[in-house]
C-alpha cells in the first residue's frame, strides 16, 4: 500500500498536485486550463477518470482556473472551506449541490485509506489553507501561497517525508524587477509569497529525520530561477550541518512539466 504523488505544475501561471494511495487518487488544485490539466495528469500515466475528488487551497485563479472544467466533465467531489466556496463560486461556473462539500480549516479528514489534515496559511485570499497527507506513517506536506511561515505550520508540516514548500523570490531581483511598487509591497508583505531565504530559514526547523526530500515550488517566473532558488536553499542548509545528496534532495518543479510520480518509501 504506497503513497506516490506528482508536482503536476508549479509557478505564478499555474498550480496543481496530485496525490493518490491504493485507494484514493485525489487532486489538489486545478490551476491550468481543463486541457492542460488533463495533459499534466496523463504525461505522468494518470487517466483523470480515475481521479476521485479535488481539494482547493484557495480562490486565486492560478489555482482554480482548470478547475469547474474538470469537476463537471469528470463528476468530481470538489472540497473547499465555506469562505473560498464563496470567493470562487462566480469563477468556477455551475457546480451541482452533489458536487460541492466543505473542508474546513484546521480539520482532519479521511478519505479511504488516505488521512488528510488542512492548516491555514497567510496569504491575500479569503481564508487560505493547504495540506498534510498521512498514509501508514508517511507524511507528505504541501505548503506554498504565504507571507510568512508561522510556528503553527512548523509544527503542522515538521518532519515530513517530503516537503513541497514556496521558494516564489530572489528578493534582490524582486525589488530591481519591473514590478510596480503597490506589487512588490504586496509580495514581501506578511500575506505575499516567501522568499528563497525565508524558505531555506522555515526549513532548518521544519526538516527531520525522516524528510528525504524537498521540492522548491511556486517559484515566480518574472523574479526568480530554479538554479538559483535551489542554490540559496542548498547553500543555507549546507551552512546549517545539512547534508544535501543522497540523504536529503532537493528538486525543482515546473509550471508546465510535472515532476515523475514518486512513491515515498
Known sequence: ????????????????????????????????????????????????????????????????????????????????NEKTWKAMDSSIGKISLDQKFVFNMEETKTFGDLDIESFGVSHDAAEPMFYTFHHQNKKVALVTDLGYVSERIKKTVEDADVLIFEANHDVSMLRMGRYPWNVKRRILGDTGHVSNEDCALALTDIIGNHTKRIYLAHLSKDNNMKELARLSVENYLNDNGYTIGSELEIHDTDPKTPTPLYEVV
Open 1 to 80: 500500500m504506497a503513497l506516490r504523488f506528482s508536482v503536476l505544475a508549479s509557478g505564478s501561471t499555474g498550480n496543481a498536485f496530485y496525490i493518490e494511495t491504493d485507494k484514493e487518487n485525489v487532486l489538489v488544485d486545478a490551476g491550468l486550463s481543463g486541457k492542460e490539466m488533463e495533459r499534466l495528469l496523463t504525461e505522468v500515466h494518470i487517466d483523470p477518470n480515475t481521479l476521485s475528488k479535488i481539494l482547493v487551497t484557495h480562490e486565486h485563479s492560478d489555482h482554480i482556473k482548470g478547475l469547474g472544467v474538470l469537476a463537471r466533465r469528470y463528476n468530481l467531489p470538489i472540497y473547499a
